[in-house]
């Protein structure tokens, strides 16, 4: 075989040549092309990864602005269910000390029934007795109910302080209450008994009121002095009562 080494050499310029304009004109022009294109991608994949980047971040801060608002509401909450507790327990203290006041006051309302109750029983029973001690004195003497108490109202007149038996009768007759009208004899008698009970000589003015049943009583603004059935029986009563409220 014989080499035709000028035929050899032109194919070799031709395909230097060859290679010369390819790579002028076509490797080149799609090496920028594929450059560009690769810088492009580069470019894209930037701009995604910081588009994924910015999402991330906005997730984040949502997520902690979720959380820190779950962390708000459930402050919020445990403030509300605190100031809920502070006004139960407040309305709850509240009802308590009305429930005792009208408890307290429901008890001085039946203390004052049972108190009324038993005036109205004690007054009954005093009425009561003055009915029936009337109808037993009416039974008795005329005399009976007057005489046989002057020494004992005079006894009681005797018995009261000095300054008051002095100042008994100063300014006028000494009052009498008779359980009747007098005869002139009883009268006298009872002037005696005042008088020598005062120590001096003394008037009386008589004046009657049934309701002393039997007796006499002298009442001035100085002093009294009672020895009447009335009064007896106001004394009984009194007893009777400190008796029952006495523990």
Known sequence: MRIDWWTLGLQTVNILVLVWILARFLFRPVAAIVAARQAEAARLLASAQAA????????????????????????????AEAEAEARKQTLLAAGQAE???????AEVDIAAVRRHMEDLA?????????DIAGKLFARLPEDARIAGFIPGLAAALAGLP?????????????PLTAARALTPAEAEACRAAVSGALGRAAEIAIQV?????????????????RNSFRA????????LARAEAAP
């Open 209 to 225: 009121d049934p309701a002393l049943i039997a007796g006499l009583e002298i009442d001035t603004p100085h002093a009294a002095a």
């Open 99 to 105: 429930v005792a006041r009208l408890r307290e006051a």
């Open 232 to 239: 007896d029986l106001a004394r009984i009563a009194a007893a």
């Open 52 to 79: 994924r980047d910015e999402a991330g971040a906005a997730r984040a801060a949502a997520a902690a602005e979720a959380a820190r608002q779950a962390a708000s509401r459930g402050e919020t909450l445990k403030a």
């Open 122 to 130: 004690g007054d009954r029973a005093s009425r009561l007795a003055v």
């Open 162 to 174: 000095e300054a008051a038996r002095t100042a008994i009768g100063q300014d006028g007759p000494v």
